[in-house]
Structure formats: C-alpha cells, structure tokens
C-alpha cells in the first residue's frame, strides 16, 4: 500500500506544472477577457452585461470551458454584442477593483458563492448580481444560457422552462 502511494504521490508531482493554467495557455481565439475594472467601466458605457468566468488553475473542467465553449463562433459573437467578459481566479490573492471596491479575487469568489469551478456569473452594468451558471456547459447550452440571462428570461421562468420554450418554437 505504502508504494502504491508512494507511485500516486510521485505522478501527482510530475503532473501539477501541466496543470497550472496562465493567461498564456488560453486558446488563440479565446475571448478578449478584460481587466474587471475595464470590462465594468464599458459596460456602463454601453449597457451590456458583465459576465465573470470564475475558474482555478488546476481545474480542467475550466480549462475545457475555455477551449470548447469560449472559442465557439456563435458564443463569440453573442458575447461580442451583449456582454463585456472578465476572469475570476477564485484562488488567487490579486486585489481588483470590482464596482468601485478593491477585493481579493478569492473573497470575491466566496461573496459570490462560487463553489465550484467553472461558474459563470453574471452583472448588470449598475453592479446588481443578475445569477450564476455552475458547471461547464457545452457551446449550444451555454448560448442558451447567455440569452436567457441578456433576454431576462431568469425573472420569468426556469432555465429548464426557458430551453423547453425556445425548443418548441423551433419545432
């Protein structure tokens, strides 16, 4: 038992720097996620949404998110007209200014109630929480979800209620 722990322990150590994700290691065509002040100053300037991708490094469910989803051409686009886009590294000390108050990214994350990672959390341009997306979410869910946050459809109905709806006007 002691080598079979020994073996795990000594992968685990080989592995952790291929875990780590930096800025450098977001796909090419990843959207332009900008500084929280930045993206929080636009959206004031122009009325779209803030949306925080909240992630760890080592998360490979966040790293997915990011290759899978935040590349996809119609997510871009929606994300292009409607939101401004920024990072939440729930474990990192950073101090940011997030709506005119300086906080650390990982207290930040826990007055959001990010739990797990990935969550998408989302704003309005006044700095009103609007809702969070837990999980990692696939590039035609994700859309939905984003529509269903921009068209204010989470003041109405479910998230399920929502996809049945959008399903049957499509036939």
Request: hydrophobic share 45%; with cysteine; charged share 20%.
């Amino acid at each position: 038992m002691t080598r079979l722990f020994s073996a795990l322990a000594a992968l685990l150590l080989i592995a952790s720097p291929v875990v780590a994700q930096s800025a450098a290691d977001y796909p090419d065509d990843a959207p332009n996620w900008r500084p929280f002040e930045e993206a929080i100053a636009d959206a004031q300037a122009d009325g779209n949404l803030v949306l925080i991708h909240s992630y760890a490094v080592w998360c490979g469910w966040c790293r997915r998110l990011d290759a899978d989803t935040y590349t996809d051409d119609a997510v871009q686009a929606y994300l292009d007209e409607h939101y401004e886009v920024t990072r939440l590294d729930t474990e990192s000390n950073e101090a940011i200014n997030f709506f005119g108050g300086d906080v650390e990214m990982r207290e930040l994350a826990t007055a959001l109630g990010v739990s797990s990672t990935p969550t998408t959390v989302f704003f309005n341009a006044d700095g009103q929480y609007i809702t969070k997306a837990p999980s990692y979410w696939p590039p035609e869910q994700f859309l939905l979800v984003l529509r269903y946050v921009r068209e204010g459809a989470y003041e109405m109905m479910s998230f399920s209620d929502y996809v049945a709806m959008i399903q049957a006007e499509e036939g």
